[in-house]
């Protein structure tokens, strides 16, 4: 289930003819890694922009795969340089623990804020929830939640140290089984 899902986000990114600016996502440690890609479908300076963005996750140390593609939609708020919000939806799909198979329909809030007086540095946070009825297979609810540090080496690149933690309730079980709790390092590369 988890590589079907993968593969049909890949070919839907990759077959888009849209041209605006791309950017590649990677970010390891240790026991894991994740890959995303993020391509631009419409851009306005007065509504702000359309993202789609795929992604796939692997975490040896919690036997989990997970793959997700997703839609935001973001904009620049007020007159406050550096700052970025966005809501969006995401579609979760992936295997835990060999057995556990799940697929989430998340919503989701996304800041990205580069501070203008420190010459590219910047934080960035963003939560997604999947609720009960947007929840199948063995899963119940999702929920995932993200927060950066980074820095613009180049224009088109940037390091970060983030923090991630994804965790699903499954049928049957008390509690949250953690999918993901890891700290990163990583960079994201614009093209």
Excluded: W
Excluded at 53 to 67: E, I, S, V
Excluded at 80 to 89: D, P, Q, T
Excluded at 127 to 146: H, I, M, N, Q, T
């Amino acid at each position: 289930m988890g590589l079907r899902f993968l593969y049909l986000c890949l070919c839907f990114l990759f077959s888009a003819t849209v041209v605006f600016a791309d950017t590649i996502d990677i970010g390891f440690n240790d026991d894991s890694f994740q890959l995303a890609y993020e391509r631009g479908l419409s851009e306005d300076t007065t509504y702000g922009a359309t993202f789609v963005k795929g992604r796939f996750l692997y975490n040896d140390d919690k036997d989990a795969k997970l793959g997700s593609l997703g839609l935001d939609f973001v904009g620049h708020p007020g007159n406050i340089a550096g700052l970025e919000i966005g809501v969006g939806v995401k579609l979760y799909g992936g295997r835990a623990d060999s057995e556990i198979d799940f697929v989430n329909l998340g919503v989701g809030v996304n800041g990205d804020y580069v501070i203008p007086q420190f010459q590219g540095l910047g934080v960035s946070a963003r939560l997604d929830y999947a609720p009960k009825v947007f929840s199948f297979c063995d899963s119940e609810r999702l929920f995932e939640g993200e927060v950066r540090l980074t820095y613009a080496i180049m224009p088109k690149v940037k390091l970060y140290l983030g923090y991630q933690n994804v965790r699903l309730d499954v049928e049957g079980r008390s509690g949250s089984m953690t999918l993901d709790n890891s700290v990163r390092i990583g960079f994201v590369g614009s093209f």
